[in-house]
């Protein structure tokens, strides 16, 4: 992997990172609400569990193989 990659993943990893975050605060607000929007809480639910696999997958490729 180039350091260009790497940068790039970096960089892309920080943005799913905050999304993830935003997402997390949504869903917070949405459940404090007198009458939560059951679908749109499920999406954003969806949406955060493909940010957080998302985000496991850039992390190992960050990170480099260490073999014992």
């Known amino acids: 992997m180039t350091e260009e990659d790497q940068r790039e ?3 892309e990893l ?3 990172q905050q999304e993830h975050r ?6 917070d ?11 749109r809480l499920q999406r954003l639910k969806k949406r ?3 940010l957080r696999d998302r985000i496991a997958f850039i992390e190992d490729q960050i990170t ?3 073999i014992a």
């Open 64 to 66: 480099p193989d260490i």
């Open 14 to 16: 920080a943005r799913l």
């Open 48 to 50: 955060k569990l493909q």
């Open 29 to 39: 607000a949405l459940h404090q609400s007198p009458a939560p929007d059951l679908l």
């Open 9 to 11: 993943l970096e960089t």
């Open 22 to 27: 935003d997402l997390d605060a949504a869903i």
